[in-house]
Nanobody, 121 residues
Framework: VQLVESGGGLVQAGGSLRLSCAAS????????MGWFRQAPGKEREFVAA????????YYADSVKGRFTISRGNAKNTVYLQMNSLKPEDTAVYYC???????????????WGQGTQVTVSS
C-alpha cells in the first residue's frame, strides 16, 4: 500500500488546514487509516484514525474537538480537517494505514512520506 499526503502548509494560529491522503494498492480501500505527527525534537504521536468504512473515529485528546477525520467516497482516501490550529500543532503529519484500526492507532503497517504543517503565533 502506498500513501501520498497533500495539503500541508503555513497557517496562522486559529486558522484551518485540510490534509488529504490517497492510498493505492489492491486492497487499500479496505484498510483502516489515520494520521500521526512528529514535532521537532519529539517522538511521533497518534493524532486520529478511522475504520475502513469511516463509521468509527478516534482522536488524541490534544486534538479532540478541533480535528475531524473522514474517508472519501471511494474509501481509498482519508482527510484530516484541522480547525483552531495552535502553534503546538506544528509538525510533520504522516498518513498511516493498516488492517485493523486498533493497530493503526498504535503501530500502523504503512506510512506516507509526511507533509509539513506549520502554525505561526
Amino acid at each position: 500500500v502506498q500513501l501520498v499526503e497533500s495539503g500541508g502548509g503555513l497557517v496562522q494560529a486559529g486558522g484551518s488546514l485540510r490534509l488529504s491522503c490517497a492510498a493505492s494498492g489492491r486492497t487499500s480501500s479496505s484498510y483502516a487509516m489515520g494520521w500521526f505527527r512528529q514535532a521537532p525534537g519529539k517522538e511521533r504521536e497518534f493524532v486520529a484514525a478511522c475504520t475502513a468504512s469511516g463509521g468509527s473515529t478516534y482522536y488524541a485528546d490534544s486534538v479532540k474537538g478541533r480535528f475531524t477525520i473522514s474517508r472519501g467516497n471511494a474509501k481509498n482516501t482519508v482527510y484530516l480537517q484541522m480547525n483552531s490550529l495552535k502553534p503546538e500543532d506544528t509538525a510533520v503529519y504522516y498518513c498511516v494505514a493498516g488492517t485493523y484500526v486498533v493497530v493503526v492507532r498504535s503501530t500502523p503497517a504503512y506510512w506516507g512520506q509526511g507533509t509539513q504543517v506549520t502554525v505561526s503565533s
